[in-house]
Each structure stands twice: as structure tokens, then as C-alpha cells.
Nanobody, 124 residues
Framework: QVQLLESGGGLVQAGGSLRLSCAGS????????MGWFRQAPGKEREFVAA????????YYTDSVKGRFTISRDNAKNTVYLQMNSLKPEDTAVYYC?????????????????WGQGTQVTVSS
């Protein structure tokens, strides 16, 4: 069992930055691939980024490449999402998720555990 708690969301102007954190419980945190997803009002949940066990592998959706960076600190059981050059279309509730597999995924139902989400609002 893994419990996840996101933090770091808020209101920021376009072009600004935020860093989201996701703290995980459990000694097996390092055995999970981690992902970030987001859901805007009236839209389906969409993949943002994923990171492998050792942080050596990362994967991003095209719309955030070059602006967002996913990282993890297994000693702290925490995964991060650094978001730069934010745009109004990045506004959404952001969720972190854990996948008990050696392979990363961009498919929401392939993740086993989810946090409660944190709101990110980017004003124009």
C-alpha cells in the first residue's frame, strides 16, 4: 500500500513557475514508477510526466517538454514536478500516481495509487 500526498499548487501568472511535490508513504516507494497527471474542468485526466525507479528514465507529454521537469528523491520518498514558463492552458488539478511496475506508462488506469490532487491556476 502506498499513500500519496501532493502539495505546492497555487495561483501564478503566465510565464511563472511552480514546483509540485508528492510525498509517498511506505518503504517500497523506490520500487514504483511515478507519474503526474492533470485534469482541467470538463476534460479527461491527461498524462503529464513519468519517472522510472532510479530517476534515470523520464517521459513527458509533448505539450510540457522543455518546460516541466520530473524528478524524485527516494531517500525522502518524494517525487517533484518543476513547472516553468507556465501557460493558462496548464491550469488543472494535478495528481501524482504510483505504478508497481518496472516500465513507465502514460495510461492512467495502469497506475495503482493516486494522491488527492493539488490545484494549479495560471492567469493570463
Amino acid at each position: 500500500q502506498v499513500q500519496l500526498l501532493e502539495s505546492g499548487g497555487g495561483l501564478v501568472q503566465a510565464g511563472g513557475s511552480l514546483r509540485l511535490s508528492c510525498a509517498g508513504s511506505g518503504r517500497t516507494f523506490r520500487n514504483y514508477c511515478m507519474g503526474w497527471f492533470r485534469q482541467a474542468p470538463g476534460k479527461e485526466r491527461e498524462f503529464v510526466a513519468a519517472i522510472g525507479w532510479s530517476a534515470g528514465s523520464t517521459y513527458y507529454t509533448d505539450s510540457v517538454k522543455g518546460r516541466f521537469t520530473i524528478s524524485r528523491d527516494n531517500a525522502k520518498n518524494t517525487v517533484y514536478l518543476q513547472m516553468n514558463s507556465l501557460k493558462p492552458e496548464d491550469t488543472a488539478v494535478y495528481y501524482c500516481a504510483a505504478r508497481g511496475s518496472v516500465t513507465m506508462s502514460n495510461v492512467a488506469h495502469e497506475y495503482d495509487y493516486w494522491g488527492q490532487g493539488t490545484q494549479v491556476t495560471v492567469s493570463s
